[in-house]
């Protein structure tokens, strides 16, 4: 692509939702038996604001009922991009010894599709919950719209979750190890390194603020190629360096 191409987003905020979230749910587990769970924690973040820990299917109930209710109320369409974003919201998996404490956390996102089988051809809205995130609650330069920029990218690159490549390997871990995907999620092959992030001053109603996208991996990467026909020969993008050759096989053994 030329030097100066860009997807451009036109946004519109359709709807703002306030969600009141119980404190406590019941969950069965595998075993049959039930107990009871906290739903959610909050802490305070380096700038004051609010940060809140959700128990990942809390949140995925609350998440399906909204773009249910958006796309009946016509405000989620099949020719847009819809988001449903939050002020640092992140997502944790239920602990079942200690369900009164967080369990593997956090999930800042993801993308996904809603569907209408009964169309023909198939009706899809693309949609994704991405948080804004406040300085200094994650390390690694993950901030503001690093996660936004992440789903975003990725649901442009694989909308419909079955866009698959050559079974790759993340890079930075050790030759051997076997962790590995095979799909054209963008932003997942370089979230793990040192530097994911590449940050942009831009002009914010009048100051400067530094904003924190995340470097992606581009389709040349995902080929395994020995070079790239993309700009500059790039295999990543805005930070050129993050990934300087094409991705590797995963291993084997």
Known sequence: MAPNWHTNLQPSVVDRVAIVVPRFVNVRLSNGHVVQAR????????????????????????????????????????DAMNMTLFPNTFLFALNANKPDTPGTCCVLGFHTFFADPSATPSTRWVTQFVSWISPGIFGGGFGDVTGLSHETS???????????????????????????????????????????????????????????????????????GPSSNAIDGAFSFPDETALTSSALPCPKN
Request: net charge negative; with cysteine.
């Open 39 to 78: 739903s959610y924690f909050a802490g305070t973040a380096a700038d004051g604001s609010t940060f809140v820990l959700m128990l990942n299917f809390v949140f995925d109930f609350f998440f399906a009922n909204g773009v249910v209710g958006e796309i009946n109320a016509g405000n989620f369409t099949s």
């Open 154 to 224: 990725e649901a442009f690159n694989d909308p419909f979750l079955d866009n698959i490549t050559p079974v790759w390997q993340f890079p930075g871990v050790a030759p051997k190890t076997r962790a590995c995907q095979g799909n054209l999620e963008t932003g997942d092959p370089v979230e793990g390194l040192a530097a994911p992030t590449f940050p942009v001053t831009l002009t914010v109603d009048g100051q400067p603020f530094t904003f924190h996208p995340q470097t992606e991996a581009l389709l040349q990467w995902f080929q395994m």
